[in-house]
């Protein structure tokens, strides 16, 4: 049966090993040209903080629903943050059998991109009944967004470039979106056509995700779907769309599902760590552009795409939280 590879990024942080940065680098392109997906080992987060994160997490969605409801997506406004309940995400249309919360990089009211309302940036909203919540999901967003930033070094020698390549052109500001999603026991006799979240890929540069262990996520490789099973302590990294459109599609942005046959409530844990939301999204450097359809999930191509990363997402929550995007455009 195919799975998905397993690579240990800890070379990563350390600029003087250059052979071993080198090693990773070439494990990165093989698995982003053959899947798209990978396991991550060597992070730096420890079995602690994830195990802290996953009981706050459980804690949160155990609350009242008119409890959670008080920081309902609604209250977040432009900044796209707060809580939604089940079926009040869509993918393609459909409503995920999924809830969650929605956080990202925590901005003060006088930071000159809130003060400027550009959308996606602001504030988090927290419980006020749990207040354990914060601490936890703060400290593993700092954990995830430096093993990101490091990944995407072993991305730039991946790709031939200088190391600090995508730091100095896309994300020197990064949008950093964190989700804490709760998808309900369906057990094994669920409909087949009820997904936690039917098939879709990510829109940015990539994901890191944590998730408990009960599974469910799904993987389009090259065979047919598989199944990515959590490994204890592991992340698992997918690209997104503007990675394969940088690439001019050498890096796929691969498709994925979730569907929780576990008969428990699964959690899940992805961070997008991905471009400024005004960077220019255009082929790097010696990368011939792609243009054209493509056999894709959604008939559509990340290569006829011409804009900042900001305005590809925008496009995105019109299909996502439809309710939300005229207050999301401001």
């Given at each position: 049966m195919e799975t998905l590879p397993v690579i240990e990024m800890s070379a990563l942080f350390d600029r003087a090993d250059a052979a071993g940065r080198?090693?990773?680098?070439?494990?990165?392109?093989?698995?982003?040209?053959?899947?798209?997906?990978?396991y991550l080992t060597g992070h730096g987060i420890s079995l602690e903080v994830l195990a802290n994160l996953e009981t706050q997490s459980r804690a949160f969605f155990a609350l009242p629903k008119a409890e959670k409801l008080k920081i309902d997506m609604a209250r977040g406004g432009r900044a796209w943050r707060g809580f939604f309940?089940?079926?009040?995400?869509?993918?393609?249309?459909?409503?995920?059998?999924?809830?969650?919360?929605?956080?990202?990089t925590d901005l003060p009211t006088d930071h000159p991109r809130v003060k400027a309302h550009l959308p996606m940036h602001g504030a988090n909203l927290w419980p006020d009944a749990l207040p354990g919540l914060k601490v936890a999901a703060e400290t593993y967003m700092t954990g995830a967004t430096r093993a990101a930033t490091a990944l995407m070094e072993g991305f730039s020698i991946s790709l031939g470039l200088e190391d600090d390549y995508f730091r100095d052109t896309y994300t020197h500001e990064p949008t950093v979106l964190f989700r804490i999603f709760n998808y309900p026991a369906q057990g094994p006799h669920a409909d087949a056509r009820s997904w936690g979240v039917g098939e879709h890929t990510d829109y940015g540069l990539l994901t890191l995700l944590a998730q408990d262990r009960f599974g469910g996520l799904q993987v389009k490789a090259p065979g047919g779907w598989i199944e990515a099973p959590p490994i204890e302590g592991a992340l698992v990294c997918n690209i997104g769309d503007m990675l394969e459109r940088l690439t001019g599609g050498r890096y796929r942005s691969t498709p994925h599902r979730v569907k929780n046959v576990s008969g428990h409530d699964r959690l899940s844990f992805p961070l997008f760590f991905d471009p400024d939301f005004t960077a220019k999204m255009a082929p790097l450097p010696g990368v011939a552009a792609t243009t054209g359809a493509e056999d894709r999930w959604d008939g559509a191509s990340v290569h006829d795409f011409d804009g900042t990363y900001g305005e590809y997402l925008l496009s995105k929550v019109v299909r996502v939280f439809p309710n939300l995007v005229d207050e999301a455009r401001g």
């Amino acid at each position: 049966m195919e799975t998905l590879p397993v690579i240990e990024m800890s070379a990563l942080f350390d600029r003087a090993d250059a052979a071993g940065r080198a090693r990773v680098a070439g494990e990165i392109a093989r698995a982003c040209e053959a899947h798209g997906f990978f396991y991550l080992t060597g992070h730096g987060i420890s079995l602690e903080v994830l195990a802290n994160l996953e009981t706050q997490s459980r804690a949160f969605f155990a609350l009242p629903k008119a409890e959670k409801l008080k920081i309902d997506m609604a209250r977040g406004g432009r900044a796209w943050r707060g809580f939604f309940p089940v079926g009040g995400e869509l993918t393609s249309g459909v409503p995920d059998l999924k809830e969650g919360l929605y956080l990202g990089t925590d901005l003060p009211t006088d930071h000159p991109r809130v003060k400027a309302h550009l959308p996606m940036h602001g504030a988090n909203l927290w419980p006020d009944a749990l207040p354990g919540l914060k601490v936890a999901a703060e400290t593993y967003m700092t954990g995830a967004t430096r093993a990101a930033t490091a990944l995407m070094e072993g991305f730039s020698i991946s790709l031939g470039l200088e190391d600090d390549y995508f730091r100095d052109t896309y994300t020197h500001e990064p949008t950093v979106l964190f989700r804490i999603f709760n998808y309900p026991a369906q057990g094994p006799h669920a409909d087949a056509r009820s997904w936690g979240v039917g098939e879709h890929t990510d829109y940015g540069l990539l994901t890191l995700l944590a998730q408990d262990r009960f599974g469910g996520l799904q993987v389009k490789a090259p065979g047919g779907w598989i199944e990515a099973p959590p490994i204890e302590g592991a992340l698992v990294c997918n690209i997104g769309d503007m990675l394969e459109r940088l690439t001019g599609g050498r890096y796929r942005s691969t498709p994925h599902r979730v569907k929780n046959v576990s008969g428990h409530d699964r959690l899940s844990f992805p961070l997008f760590f991905d471009p400024d939301f005004t960077a220019k999204m255009a082929p790097l450097p010696g990368v011939a552009a792609t243009t054209g359809a493509e056999d894709r999930w959604d008939g559509a191509s990340v290569h006829d795409f011409d804009g900042t990363y900001g305005e590809y997402l925008l496009s995105k929550v019109v299909r996502v939280f439809p309710n939300l995007v005229d207050e999301a455009r401001g």
